[in-house]
């Protein structure tokens, strides 16, 4: 059995099966018990959040689609605590505040998974740049997660990056075949047309078959006033995905 390492980790049997924390050492009095901690660094430090776990049932293999599991595995469970229906947890308990920080640390680590760093410079039709709101963050992870099913390598940007001009766009551009933009009431549409300019004439300059998509995904929006292939993504969300998965194969 592989060692297991210090850093992040997944709980691959038991009762917390799933739980994504930090491994940072064994209990002192048993080796074979590792510490596992739910949160950022420090954390453990306010309150107990932390268990003792086997090593067998612990693991430093894990994907994004875990993370993902995870995430929306929390993302119900805390909706539930918030209304005082969950049946063992209650609100504002340690456990809860447990889970608070557990949905932190993975949101972290995804938006990390999403970094151009992970892109594979020989895969780059199978590269894309999906641009979104912070606040449309959630559909943004519903995306990545039907694109890692097909295979696809998403890298994100909440638009909380500087402007361009320190380079991370251009390594975006030859990175990648495909530009995807989110349009919502969310999206800060001088940022979209800027960075869509970009990526037009970055593509016309080095004769880059760069693939620009405009992703609708609400109701009643003003379109930009530029020409971008738009896929509607909101009337019908399996038909629109259909639509997008044609488009990046061809």
Do not use: W
């Not at 693939?211 to 109701?219: C, N, R, Y």
């Amino acid at each position: 059995m592989e060692s297991l390492k210090h850093g992040f980790v997944i709980v691959t049997s038991g009762k917390m099966t799933g739980r994504i924390g930090r491994y940072t050492g064994n209990k002192m009095s048993d080796n074979q018990k590792a510490m596992i901690y739910f949160g950022y660094e420090g954390e453990e430090l306010k309150y107990a959040n932390y268990e003792e776990l086997p090593h067998t049932g612990v693991s430093n293999d894990f994907k994004r689609v875990d993370l993902l599991n995870r995430f929306y595995s929390l993302r119900r469970d805390l909706k539930i605590i918030d209304l005082r229906g969950h049946p063992t947890i209650r609100n504002h308990s340690a456990s809860h505040r447990s889970l608070i920080s557990e949905y932190n640390l993975i949101r972290m680590l995804i938006n990390e998974s999403l970094d151009l760093k992970h892109l594979e410079k020989n895969r780059t039709e199978k590269n894309i740049y999906l641009a979104y709101a912070p606040n449309d963050a959630l559909f943004a992870y519903d995306l990545v997660s039907d694109l890692d099913d097909y295979k696809y390598t998403v890298c994100g940007d909440s638009h909380e990056l500087p402007p361009i001009g320190n380079g991370f766009f251009e390594n975006v551009a030859e990175l990648c075949g495909t530009v995807l933009f989110v349009l919502s009431k969310h999206t800060d549409r001088n940022r979209l047309k800027t960075d869509y300019l970009f990526f037009k004439k970055y593509a016309k300059e080095n004769e880059t078959p760069l693939k620009i998509v405009l992703l609708v995904t609400e109701p009643k929006l003003l379109l930009p006033d530029f020409s971008v292939t738009t896929i509607d993504l909101y009337t019908n969300y399996g038909k629109g995905l259909n639509e997008l998965l044609y488009l990046l194969s061809s």
